[in-house]
């Protein structure tokens, strides 16, 4: 069974609005969530992460949003950027991010069109 | 540069074969982690490694599939009789410490055929 889900395997948006790329979970027992961004033929690289007794954490164009209650995060870019069409991928971890050892989701392709 | 390096970067073998992939991963860096990705899935944590040892390998899905870090540094992932359902993209990360930002390698694709 899948623990970390993003439902939206893509998504457009026009350069200079707000992108929305959403997660939900079903382990009770992640404290810790990450977003990592991948272009093709790279590894991914780290973007921003959360921990559980925060809601919101911020990082200049990118803002991640934690509801716990609803066992759901989200990450805002604002404002988009051609640059940022990439597979963004919501990981979780249960150790409090004292591991790297993390369960991803399957991704979401953001195209972002000029 | 300076980052996480795997090779092959493609290695294509027939069912039952043996195969290695190798990491380098970044200068000092401690931990060493083994995620796989699946075609249309996120990647999966297989291992990961604290200087030579490894630290917690559950993700290993049976015993075909082993890893080493002898000297702390350069890892290598072994996977016996290779079957169909083996094939995806072995993405290595290493990180200064166990906990702390991830860096990974482009990693290694392989196809058994």
């Known amino acids: 069974d899948q623990q970390v889900k993003q439902n939206s395997p893509s998504l457009s948006v026009q350069e200079g609005r707000i992108s929305i790329l959403n997660c939900d979970y079903t382990n009770s027992m992640f404290d810790y969530f990450l977003w990592y961004k991948k272009y093709p033929a790279e590894g991914p690289t780290f973007l921003i992460s959360?921990?559980?007794?925060?809601d919101k954490n911020e990082d200049g164009r990118f803002t991640v949003f934690l509801n716990k209650s609803a066992k759901h995060l989200s990450l805002h870019i604002v404002p988009s950027q051609p640059g940022d069409s990439a597979v963004y991928f919501c990981a979780a971890s249960g150790d409090g991010g004292a591991t790297n050892k993390l369960i991803f989701g399957t991704g979401t392709l953001l195209a972002v069109q000029p | 540069g300076a980052g996480v390096s795997q090779t092959p970067s493609n290695k294509v073998t027939e069912k039952g074969k043996y195969v290695e992939l190798r990491c380098d991963p970044i200068?000092?860096?401690?931990?060493l982690y083994w995620y796989r990705q699946s075609l249309g899935q996120g990647p999966e944590f297989l291992i990961y490694?604290?200087?030579?040892?490894?630290?917690?390998d559950s993700g290993l899905p049976n015993d075909r599939f082993f890893a080493v870090r002898p000297e702390g540094s350069v890892s290598t992932l072994k996977i016996q009789r290779t079957e169909r359902g083996d094939s995806a993209v072995y993405l290595c990360?290493?990180?200064?410490?166990?906990?702390?930002?991830?860096?990974f390698g482009e990693g290694s694709r392989l196809t058994v055929l």
């Open positions: 490694f604290q200087g030579t040892g490894a630290a917690d």
């Open positions: 959360i921990s559980s007794i925060k």
């Open positions: 990360a290493s990180s200064p410490k166990v906990t702390g930002e991830l860096f």
């Open positions: 200068s000092g860096h401690t931990a």
